[in-house]
């Protein structure tokens, strides 16, 4: 039995769960678009500019830890993907990127569309092959897959034109059998001396990011027994429910003042899988036992006091049997005090009545309306301080754009998100700004009737930039945005629209959106001039 290279390559996805591929078809990838078409079990989702397919295919990765797949034609379609696979290479996400290239007889020779893609992959990419052979794409592609989902990182196969439909006896290999269990566990030795010096704390605290997704209830449970607070990195929010009372909110530039103030206070703490983000602000002046699976994350920025290499779900279960069991009374007493006096200063800002809507206002309505399973994708600016600050999760999902922080992707990840999970609510939390740059795969929501709902914040600024400017001493310059109706736009496109300018509709506007199941975007006309941070600061 003999398969073209391109039904090998798209087997073999199809084997491993994957579900959509998300990119363009034209000329130097239509024997991969044709592979995607007479396959039963796998489709292409044909989206309106690669950068939004490759966020959508990073976007896929970060929600469901399975590899996203995005695809595109030699040249332009290939630089068009480069944000999309550098939000996936910075942010650690499993991202497969297939791009077609002109026949192996013409590379190098300067041909139509004819770029040297291997060099524009290279930076970007942690397996970066052209395929030259169709004997040998089996193997290939094998080693892209497992290399992003081992190494969590973007993997590029380029595939000749003339390659595409050649045929090859050697046919899909399955990746069972060729793939690592990424379960670590750190001696006892270690374990013991990390519980020696938890149980030595008088005020131990934790800090837990997203490498502890897997280990909620032993998180919550650890926790509970040696009395510390818990408080989350920004990419983690929700990870804990923000109503619990072992809970702290957010650390960092974005977080909750009640969390800064018990992690600051600590005299030891306990950082369960994060990367150390600038933006969290973790102390460095006190001792601090570090856990990540990846051992070149442990001590990343400075110098520990203890590194555990070790999977956060297979290392809190050794550190919880060893360390004392304490009263956790005064630690829930200081965590209610603390986020009793943050939350009452934040009230009178999300039950803010002014016009212009103040931005906080569109989160205090959100958090009454939004299921506690809903996915809600945030993009950068002024929008995603907002949100750290000023919603409560209840552990609704966050998407986010973290390491590369790029423009566009709030949308990106809630239409990706209505793929990956039609049965959760999608929500994209966006500027206008953001929101411009990928609007136009609005109709692919529609197209394919994703019932994904658009919060839109309409000043007509860049504000973000408008503030930063402010914080560097110049002037406003360069800012301004000419914006359509985006309610109208979202009708024209077979959506719906809404267009709010009045606090007091925002909680039933956002409602029907949410209960409509279709498409809409709501257009809500907010305050430029509120900042999420009265100064600068530094944590």
């Known amino acids: 039995m003999e398969k073209t290279t391109s039904e090998v390559i798209i087997d073999m996805l199809a084997d491993i769960g994957v579900k959509h591929v998300f990119g363009i078809p034209g000329h130097t990838c239509l024997g991969v678009v044709e592979a995607l078409r007479v396959h039963p079990d796998i489709d292409l989702v044909t989206v309106r500019h690669e950068e939004t397919a490759a966020l959508m295919a990073s976007a896929h990765a970060k929600l469901t830890d399975q590899l996203g797949v995005c695809l595109t034609i030699a040249g332009p379609g290939a630089t068009n993907l480069m944000t999309g696979l550098y939000d996936a290479k910075m942010d650690r996400a499993p991202v497969l990127a297939i791009t077609g290239q002109v026949a192996l007889q013409f590379i190098g020779r300067d041909v139509l569309q004819e770029i040297d893609q291997h060099s524009l992959f290279e930076s970007v990419s942690l397996f970066n092959k052209v395929i030259t052979t169709s004997g040998e794409t089996a193997e290939i592609t094998l080693l892209a897959i497992k290399n992003s989902l081992v190494h969590r990182g973007v993997s590029h196969l380029g595939v000749p034109l003339n390659l595409q439909k050649e045929k090859t006896s050697k046919l899909a290999k399955p990746l069972k059998g060729r793939m690592p269990a990424p379960r670590i566990r750190p001696p006892g030795d270690l374990c013991r001396q990390a519980a020696k010096m938890i149980d030595e704390a008088k005020r131990p605290a934790i800090i837990a990011g997203w490498g502890a997704r897997f280990a909620k209830d032993q998180l919550v449970a650890f926790a509970e027994k040696i009395g510390a607070p818990i408080a989350t990195t920004f990419k983690a929010k929700g990870l804990v429910s923000e109503f619990h009372p072992q809970s702290t909110g957010v650390l960092g530039t974005v977080g909750w003042d009640s969390a800064r103030e018990l992690v600051y206070g600590a005299d030891t703490v306990i950082v369960l899988g994060s990367s150390f983000s600038s933006q969290t602000g973790i102390p460095k002046n006190r001792p601090l036992i570090q856990v990540d699976y990846d051992p070149l994350v442990i001590g990343k920025r400075y110098p520990v006091g203890l590194g555990l290499w070790g ?87 966050l998407l986010l754009s973290g390491y590369l922080a790029t423009m566009g992707f709030g949308f990106a990840g809630a239409l990706a998100a209505a793929f990956a999970e039609p049965e959760r609510k999608a929500v994209a939390l966006t500027g206008d700004g953001a929101f411009a740059q990928v609007m136009a795969d609005f109709t692919t929501a529609v197209k394919h009737d994703k019932p994904l709902v658009v919060l839109v914040y309409n000043n007509s600024e860049l504000s973000m930039i408008i503030h930063e400017q402010k914080l560097e001493g110049y002037p406003k310059y360069a800012t301004s945005l000419l914006n359509p109706n985006f309610a109208e736009f979202a009708v024209s496109c077979g959506g719906l629209g809404y267009t709010v300018r009045q606090p007091d509709e925002l909680e039933s506007v956002i409602q029907e959106a949410l209960d409509s199941g279709k498409p809409a975007v709501v257009d809500i006309h907010t305050d430029p001039k509120e900042f999420w941070m009265d100064r600068p600061h530094q944590l």
Request: net charge positive; glycine share 6%; no cysteine.
């Open 311 to 397: 999977s956060v779900q297979d290392t809190l279960p050794e550190l919880s049997k060893r360390v004392k069991k304490r009263d956790n009374k005064p630690t829930r007493d200081k965590i209610k005090a603390a986020k009793t006096k943050y939350l009452k200063k934040i009230d009178r800002i999300t039950s803010s009545d002014g016009v212009p809507i103040h931005p906080a206002r569109v989160l205090g309505a959100l958090q009454k309306l939004l299921p506690k399973d809903a996915i809600v994708s945030i993009d950068v600016g002024d929008n995603s301080w907002w949100f750290g600050k000023y919603f409560q999760s209840v552990g609704q999902r």
